[in-house]
Each structure stands twice: as C-alpha cells, then as structure tokens.
C-alpha cells in the first residue's frame, strides 16, 4: 500500500466513524469494481482500519458497535425471532381444529338439520320424541368424531358435554327469549335441542 496508511487510501480521517468508513468503501468499490488491483488495495486497506479498531476496542479507547462487528448475526437473528412465536402462538389451535372437505362439513350438517326439523315440527315438542332425537343426534356426533382419529371414548365425551352446554345454554338463551319463542310457537325445549344440535354440528365437523 506504498508510503500511503490504510486512512489515505481511502480517504477518510482518522477520526472518521465507522458508518463514514464503510460509506467511503462501498463508494469506492463501486467506483474501481473494474479494476480488481485497485479493489485490493482497498479492501486491504479496509481491514486494516477494522483491525486497528478492533485493537483500540479491546484497549478500552472506543467501543465498535455489534452491527459493525458481526453484521451476519442481525442478518440471521432476526428471522428467528419473529417465527418462533407465531409457531408456539398457532400450534395448540392446529392440534384442536381440523380442516374439514365439504362433505365433512355438509354431510353431519345434514343429519342435524334433519333431527332440528323432526324437534321443531313434531306437533306439542314432545318430551319423548325430544329425548328420542336427542339420543339419537348424540349418536351422531359420536360417530362423525370417532370417524376422524378413532377415539370412542374421547367422542363420547365431547358430545355428551357439547349437548349439556348447548341444553343449558338453550334453556337461558329461550328464557330471556319467551315472547319470541311464543310468537314462532316454539318451546323453550325444542329450541334448547335446536341449539344442542348446531353445537354438536360445528363440533363433529371443525374439532380433531
């Protein structure tokens, strides 16, 4: 690098920050990227104010930022962090939620619909044809949920808590409900079994 030290060669002053070195070098790579001797000298004129840098750091006389020291590490850390908690954030939904076809969706919607008509035209809302189609959707629910993973007993469960909540939550919903119900000459039972019946519905069709 002849008699010239490494601040010559590229112009800067001693006193030059790092963003002003680095500025300087990728003006004058981009200015000699044809002349492969001269992008030599200032590459190695580069490196040796980092070295110098890096020496006067380890002296305590500057502090040389991490971006400037190990630029790879922000390049590499960044998308890291971001995916991480976006995975553990959607992992547990995906574990409960499946993905359900059309037919998965259309067929135990079918089935419901059909044993919501029988509880909503059945003529008085009988409690024995009530009881009767309850049985009979809970059969139902198991069936669409154990197709799915084979798990009896796990399907047995949810369906019988997913029809307690859709009775009791029928039952107060038809409560603050009663002029309405009245005036479409509906019973409160017959609507908490029409309730039950889309629970079990979205259940059987969108749970694992």
């Known amino acids: 690098m002849s008699d010239q030290n490494p601040y010559e060669i590229l112009g800067v002053s001693e006193e030059a920050t790092f963003d002003e070195i680095q ?28 070295m110098e840098r890096l020496r006067m750091r380890q002296e305590g006389k500057i502090k040389v930022p991490e971006r400037i020291r190990f630029p790879e590490r922000l390049v590499q850390a960044l998308p890291k962090e971001a995916s991480v908690p976006r995975e553990q954030s959607t992992a547990w939904l995906q574990k ?20 919501s008509a029988i509880s909503v035209f059945y003529p008085g809302g009988g409690d024995t044809m009530l009881q009767f189609v309850l049985i009979f959707g809970i059969g139902v629910g198991v069936y669409f949920l154990n197709s799915k993973e ?15 909540i859709g009775l009791v939550g029928g039952g107060l919903i038809a409560g603050l409900l009663p002029s309405q119900l009245i005036y479409v000459n509906l019973a409160a039972n017959q609507f908490s079994t029409v309730v039950s019946f889309i629970l079990l519905w979205l259940v059987s069709s969108f749970l694992r």
């Open 150 to 164: 084979g798990k009896f007993g796990r399907s047995v469960l949810i369906s019988l808590l997913t029809l307690v």
């Open 96 to 115: 409960m939620l499946a993905q359900p076809s059309s037919t998965d969706i259309l067929l135990p919607g079918a089935w419901f619909l059909g044993l």
């Open 23 to 50: 500025n300087v070098r990728s003006r004058l790579l981009e200015e000699h990227r044809d002349d492969g001797k001269h992008l030599e000298i200032i590459e190695t004129a580069y490196d040796a104010i980092l």
